[in-house]
């Protein structure tokens, strides 16, 4: 599976972003995909994810300013960013999950940077 994340830009503090992440190659259903982010000199986290079936998780950080959606005819994925902080600077990974019978795949995309400006 390949993950192709877009949409990752420089913006002022209050403003948006719109990430992207597109999912091919997949000979399976795709399960939960997610974003996490990894700032500098921090450890990569979660920030939402969401199942196949529409159920989200959001890291509390985020939540009430992002809004994790996907469009699984298209296998893509996106994250809505409102509110954006300074602290919200990192590089953003999108990640894949496949399960196959009893094992779970993981993909990751090469990740697009977002910075934001005070």
């Known amino acids: 599976v390949q993950l192709q994340a877009s949409g990752g830009g420089l913006v002022q503090a209050g403003g948006s972003l719109r990430l992207s992440c597109a999912a091919s190659?997949?000979?399976?259903?795709?399960?939960?995909m997610g974003w996490y982010r990894q700032g500098p000199g921090n450890q990569r986290e979660l920030v939402a994810t969401i199942t196949s079936s529409g159920r989200t998780n959001y890291s509390d950080s985020v939540k009430g300013r992002f809004t994790i959606s996907r469009d699984n005819a298209k296998n893509t994925m996106y994250l809505r960013m409102n509110s954006l902080k300074p602290e919200d600077t990192a590089v953003y990974y999108c990640?894949?999950?496949?399960?196959?019978?009893?094992?779970?795949?993981?993909?990751w995309g090469q990740g697009t940077l977002v910075t934001v400006s005070s």
């Open positions: 990640n894949a999950q496949m399960v196959v019978i009893t094992t779970t795949y993981n993909y």
């Open positions: 190659g997949s000979i399976a259903p795709i399960n939960t």
